[in-house]
């Protein structure tokens, strides 16, 4: 079955520097789309980045100039580096993949940024 598993959150000073990594397995990673998106305490989940399966990305604009998104197709893996994080940058970060209409997730991986 589909599985999605995120690794890498933490707590991180403001300024600072975090990746998160997703690891699939149960499906031919390689020939889909693969999504970042985070939830906040109290506010609506959001797209963070995505990556196609040709590599063209795309960024929510909060996070733009600041994260990068890639994969690796050999592993398995999605990753999310997150740069100069900033305090509203705090969420909880899930991998997603649509397969065939059908959204998948991961259990998500807590970021904090606070001093």
């Known amino acids: 079955q589909v599985q999605l598993v995120e690794s890498g959150g933490g707590l991180v000073q403001p300024g600072g520097s975090l990746r998160l990594s997703c690891a699939a397995s149960?499906?031919?990673?390689?020939?889909?789309?693969m999504n970042w998106y985070r939830q906040a305490p109290g506010k609506q989940r959001e797209l963070v980045a995505a990556?196609?399966?040709?590599?063209?990305?795309n960024y929510g604009d909060s996070v733009k100039g600041r994260f990068t998104i890639s994969r690796d197709n050999a592993k398995n893996t999605v990753y999310l580096q997150m740069n100069s994080l900033k305090p509203e940058d705090t969420a909880v970060y899930y991998c997603?993949?649509?397969?065939?209409?059908?959204?998948?997730w991961g259990q998500g991986a807590q970021v904090t940024v606070s001093s």
């Open positions: 997603k993949v649509n397969i065939w209409g059908r959204d998948y």
């Open positions: 149960g499906f031919t990673f390689s020939t889909y789309t």
């Open positions: 990556i196609t399966i040709t590599g063209n990305t």
